[in-house]
């Protein structure tokens, strides 16, 4: 069974600028998180979906959002990016709410 | 509000030594509690989990209990090796709370 994929796995942008990026889940697998990690904050929950519905949300402002398919797949989106959005955000699968996690490879973002 | 405070690190220790990195949370519900780890270079994986009260999660000789009553979950490993040499998280998650990770403790290892 393939893994937790995320693309892309790595991306330059601006200040400014907005940016996207996605993950496909564990097949099967229904609850979609994310996390953002570097090394100063360790890893921090942005938000977990489940059936096409935000069910947690974590302390980040507004300018982060994302969505869950009815595939499963998921995207979040940073607009207006700032240069202390560089990080390492990853997703992570579970079959159900509270499950263990699959973490994908990650997407490493850099802000220039 | 739910929390969990890990152990801060870095840890080091020699090879056979004997490890326990200590991980408390706060939550209103009754959480399933995991253990995760990051090798160098590689991504997070998990390396235990317990989902109710008294249980016991092993994995590769590494072990922890879930112990509600003082809301903790401490890993402890018997003897330690250079290859355990990581980042290891603790998360509590479900029956409420939001997956929470704690700030991570690195542990060296010294043959």
């Known amino acids: 069974k393939a893994g937790v994929t995320q693309t892309p796995r790595y991306l330059i942008k601006t200040r400014g600028q907005q940016v996207t990026l996605s993950c496909s889940p564990i097949s099967g697998h229904r609850s979609v998180s994310w996390y953002q990690q570097t090394p100063g904050q360790g890893l921090q929950f942005l938000f977990e979906y489940f059936s096409e519905t935000q069910r947690n949300k974590g302390n980040f402002p507004g300018r982060f959002s994302g969505r869950q398919f009815s595939n499963s797949r998921s995207e979040m989106n940073v607009s207006t990016l700032e240069l202390g959005d560089s990080a390492l955000y990853l997703c992570?699968?579970?079959?159900?709410?509270?499950?263990?996690?699959?973490f994908g490879p990650g997407t490493r973002l850099t802000v220039t | 509000g739910n929390s969990v405070t890990q152990m801060e690190g870095p840890v080091t220790l020699s090879e056979e030594a004997f490890l326990t990195i200590n991980c408390t949370y706060t939550?209103?519900?009754?959480?399933?509690l995991f253990w995760y780890v990051q090798y160098p270079g590689e991504g997070l994986q998990l390396l235990l989990k317990?989902?109710?009260?008294?249980d016991k999660g092993s994995n590769k000789g590494f072990e922890a209990t879930y112990r509600k009553e003082t809301t903790s979950f401490h890993l402890e490993k018997g003897s330690v090796q250079v290859s355990d040499s990581a980042v290891y998280f603790c998360?509590?998650?479900?029956?409420?709370?939001?997956?929470?990770f704690g700030a991570g403790t690195r542990l060296f290892v010294k043959a």
């Open positions: 317990a989902t109710k009260a008294d």
């Open positions: 998360a509590p998650s479900g029956g409420g709370f939001k997956t929470i």
């Open positions: 992570a699968s579970s079959l159900e709410l509270g499950d263990e996690q699959y």
């Open positions: 939550a209103t519900g009754y959480p399933s």
